[in-house]
């Protein structure tokens, strides 16, 4: 069997699939795939696809067998592209999407032809081609109620998968095609703070919703500062008072040269008089009154 080991080490990493091409390039002929076939090897799971046979069936293999079904640029979409990315864990429909005008049919598997699906909005999650987060979320506001698809976003802004610039990015190219969907995408944008469009982070704009729904009054975001003559940068600041927040999360702030900097800045800025305050993803997500008060409390607003 020629190459049979190797082209199995493939199958291995995707879920127990190859597609016609993987096999061509492993030397097989379309003869040599027929009679793999015709021995119980292999078994057709649509156009240009095969499976080992054996391998253990899953959603995943399910969704990926539609994706090479629906050719190289096809991408899991919709649905199936907020199941992968953890936005909603109760959907298990195969939903694909494909440039227009690209006609294609896949066994169990609902395809979404669009006018406006460019490269960029196709990474891979869990080894297969899914539409990115900006670009999923949009696409569920074709589908999904308003009130979900802001749970979803804020899921994601929670979770650091997006950031709100991007996705006006999204929606602003998106509705130059004219699309349905992007109207929903708007609103839930517009009902995030004011500041969020300059947030660095999903714990920023979280800060940022914690300071509207409790009366913290509203920081400057992203406040230059400079001393003794190095420049510096916070994530947000009351000047006046000379009180800054930094919103740690662990991608931000988790390297040594990271922390020494932070130390470093931290340092200067309270021997200039500023009071510095820092909150973790923990206090943001679990603990929003007491971030909230503690602010207050700084500020002058709140006594202990």
């Keep these: 069997m020629r190459d049979f080991n190797k082209v ?124 990115t987060p900006e670009r999923t979320i949009c696409d569920l506001g074709l589908i999904f109620p308003e009130t979900e698809v802001r749970r979803i976003l804020h899921h994601a802004i929670a979770t650091e998968l997006v950031l709100p610039r991007d996705l006006w990015m999204m929606r602003q190219r998106t509705s130059k095609q004219g699309r349905n969907g992007t109207g929903v995408l708007e609103r839930v944008l517009n009902a995030l703070p004011e500041d969020a469009g300059v947030a660095e982070s999903g714990l920023e704009v979280l800060f940022l919703e914690i300071c509207e729904r409790f009366g913290v009054p509203r920081p400057v975001p992203q406040l230059p500062v400079r001393v003794a003559g190095r420049n510096f940068r916070v994530d947000f600041a009351w000047p006046s008072a000379r009180v800054f927040v930094e919103v740690d999360g662990f991608a931000f702030h988790s390297t040594p040269d990271q922390l020494a900097h932070d130390s470093t800045r931290q340092n200067l800025l309270v021997a200039q008089g500023w009071t510095p305050l820092r909150f973790t993803n923990k206090d943001l997500t679990e603990q929003p009154a007491a971030t909230a008060r503690s602010v207050l409390r700084t500020l002058g607003f709140v006594e202990d």
Excluded: C
């Design 8 to 131: 199995a080490v493939v199958a291995r990493s995707q879920y127990g699939l190859l597609t016609a091409a993987q096999l061509l390039d492993a030397g097989y002929s379309k003869r040599m795939v027929s009679d793999r076939v015709a021995q119980g090897l292999f078994e057709r799971r649509g156009k240009g696809v095969l499976q080992l046979v054996g391998a253990e069936p899953s959603w995943e293999q399910s969704l990926l067998a539609a994706v090479m079904a629906a050719g190289p640029t096809a991408a899991a979409s919709h649905r199936s592209a907020s199941r992968l990315w953890g936005f909603r864990t109760v959907d298990h429909d195969i939903e694909v999407a494909v440039r227009f005008p690209r006609r294609v049919a896949a066994n169990d598997a609902t395809i979404h032809r669009s006018r406006d699906l460019e490269p960029d909005d196709v990474t891979e999650v869990n080894g297969i081609p899914t539409t």
